[in-house]
């Protein structure tokens, strides 16, 4: 039988309401505190805490000030990854990064969602769904991407676009919903 943690980071219903994520939410709120309290983002301090609280990361990457997490362990980050003031990454399924990725200031990485059946959403009962980035993916001011995402390598997402679907490498998007724009000769 899989506990309510397995069921959250397998996609499936489960209740979030539950003793031991109410508990991993908390550890990582923490972990969220004691970050935005070292004097410098860069500090080796700063540094093993996100090192603690997220799945994997490179031994290179800089994280700004105002990151908002659900878990933590669930995000893993490539090797030379940025992330500007005030990003948002809700990590109840798995958010996976490559190497060389920047998110501007404000983007939003959300893998979370609920049931469409009101009644059902009434409760505390929710699933995900994976987000994954190739290398060397720019995410613009502002932008957001749902539940299930899949951008292949060289994307570049315009500032404010709503990424909705999966997109191949070597492209720039853009828009609510996002749609390719261009596609980069590389």
């Known amino acids: 039988m899989q506990t309510e ?3 959250m ?3 499936e219903l489960y209740d979030a309401a539950n003793q031991e994520l109410r508990e991993a939410r908390k550890y990582a709120q923490e972990k969220l505190k004691a970050f935005h309290q070292a004097k410098e983002e ?8 996100l090192k603690k609280l997220f799945g994997s990361t490179g031994e290179q990457f800089h994280i700004n000030q105002g990151l908002i997490v659900d878990y933590g362990f669930n995000v893993h980050i490539g090797e030379n990854f940025y992330a500007n003031f005030n990003c948002t990454l809700l990590d109840i399924c798995p958010i996976t990064i490559g190497k060389n990725c920047m998110l501007a200031p404000n983007v939003q990485l ?9 009644i059902k959403r009434n409760t505390s009962i929710e ?3 994976p987000i994954t980035l190739g290398d060397n993916v720019w995410v613009g001011g502002g932008a957001i991407i749902i539940p ?9 997402v315009g ?3 709503v990424v909705t679907k999966s997109f191949p490498d070597n492209v720039v998007i853009g ?3 996002a749609r390719v724009i261009k596609v980069l000769e590389i």
Not at 42 to 49: N, R, Y
């Open 5 to 7: 943690k397995e069921k």
């Open 175 to 177: 828009g609510n919903p």
């Open 127 to 129: 699933y995900g769904k």
């Open 110 to 118: 959300y893998t979370a969602t609920h049931p469409l059946d009101p």
């Open 159 to 161: 500032a404010g676009a």
């Open 42 to 49: 860069d500090s080796p301090e700063a540094k093993t805490i």
């Open 9 to 11: 980071i397998a996609g």
């Open 148 to 156: 299930g995402v899949t951008l292949g390598d060289n994307v570049v």
